[in-house]
């Protein structure tokens, strides 16, 4: 019964600044990696950061440098801060939580928010 709700997505000018929040409730025990992917119109769903349970993280070429991804394990949260923000960037935003819930593994997501940014 885990429930993601994504917010902070809008719309924003070339070179502004949006931070994305996904919260986890429900049954969890514990929380794996949370991952946050993009989905641009007329492309594939793509990762974009990933951070695990221990802090480490990884991005996409593309965003390396401008986007930030952390975690609050208190709240069962993940943030992905991005700053210098390009038209590039415009997509639907979706994370992805690993989470154990009822002493099982199982993945997540996100319903999506938008992420428009205009030159």
């Known amino acids: 019964q885990v429930q993601l709700v994504e917010s902070g997505g809008g719309l924003v000018q070339a070179g502004g600044s949006l931070r994305l929040s996904c919260s986890a409730s429900?049954?969890?025990?514990?929380?794996?990696?949370m991952v946050w992917y993009r989905q641009a119109p007329g492309k594939q769903r793509e990762l974009v950061a990933l951070?695990?349970?221990?802090?480490?993280?990884n991005y996409a070429d593309s965003v390396k440098g401008r986007f930030t991804i952390s975690r609050d394990n208190a709240k069962d949260t993940v943030y992905l801060q991005m700053n210098s923000l390009k038209p590039e960037d415009t997509a639907v935003y979706y994370c992805?939580?690993?989470?154990?819930?009822?002493?099982?593994?199982?993945?997540?997501w996100g319903q999506g928010t938008q992420v428009t940014v205009s030159s």
């Open positions: 429900g049954s969890i025990s514990s929380i794996n990696r």
């Open positions: 992805n939580v690993a989470a154990i819930s009822d002493y099982k593994m199982n993945y997540y």
């Open positions: 951070i695990t349970s221990g802090g480490n993280t």
